[in-house]
């Protein structure tokens, strides 16, 4: 079993839809979690970080760390067809760890 | 401001030649890495360096070597290529993990071993 799972897709969408990318982990030491979009043929940009449990925001997109589950989650609201790219999670433990990345999920958005 | 740039982005090697990769930042960030990207696994760290003339083993470091002569720089070697080694490469430079800092990505090497 990978420590970091992560559906591959591909997600189909239509614009405006709500999109909602998940990741699930192994290791509960994990505390420190970030969200990275990757277009094609380009390198990861972060996205979003949570610390821990709880959600946080930022413009149209939520991120929800539920550490009880061991799931954390990517809300994109009013997709839009800019938002079709991979989207990586990756996290690591409170201790200067290196971050494990999810394998990504390729979100298409339709206009 | 050019953040982290990778040369060369495309290279096609036949199996046993050697070649070095070249990450450049000028971010002056102290934590540089190297990693590789292949479909279905993710991410996975090669090797990684905290500072100048340091460097550290990762999650799948055999077959690659690296030096950090200067702070700016982290180069990837592959001293005998193998088609397992096939993958685009990634460089990434931050500042130190006690201050929980995200990684700035180049844009890749697409490397094919034949």
């Known amino acids: 079993q990978k420590e970091v799972e992560q559906d591959p897709g591909p997600l189909s969408v239509p614009e405006g839809a709500i999109v909602s990318l998940n990741c699930t982990y192994s290791?509960?030491?994990?505390?420190?979690f970030m969200w990275y979009r990757q277009y094609s043929r380009k390198g990861p940009e972060l996205l979003m970080y949570?610390?821990?449990?709880g959600n946080k925001e930022d413009g149209r997109f939520t991120a929800q760390v539920d550490k009880s589950s061991k799931y954390i989650s990517l809300f994109i609201r009013d997709s839009q067809p800019s938002d079709s790219a991979t989207y990586l999670c990756?996290?690591?433990?409170?201790?200067?760890?290196?971050?494990?990345f999810g394998p990504g999920t390729r979100l298409s958005v339709l206009p | 401001n050019a953040g982290v740039t990778q040369t060369p982005k495309f290279r096609v090697l036949k199996t046993g030649q050697s070649m070095t990769l070249l990450c450049a930042q000028d971010m002056n960030h102290e934590y540089m890495y190297w990693y590789r990207q292949d479909p279905g696994m993710g991410l996975r760290l090669i090797h990684y360096s905290v500072g100048e003339g340091t460097t550290a083993k990762g999650e799948v470091p055999d077959g690659y070597n690296v030096s950090r002569l200067k702070k700016q720089n982290f180069l990837l070697g592959l001293e005998s290529a193998a088609p397992s080694q096939t993958s685009v490469y990634f460089c990434?430079?931050?500042?130190?993990?006690?201050?929980?800092?995200?990684?700035?990505f180049g844009d890749g090497t697409r490397l094919s071993i034949l």
């Open positions: 990756a996290m690591r433990g409170n201790y200067g760890q290196n971050f494990v």
């Open positions: 949570t610390y821990s449990s």
């Open positions: 990434a430079s931050s500042r130190p993990r006690g201050n929980n800092q995200p990684q700035h």
């Open positions: 290791n509960s030491a994990f505390q420190y």
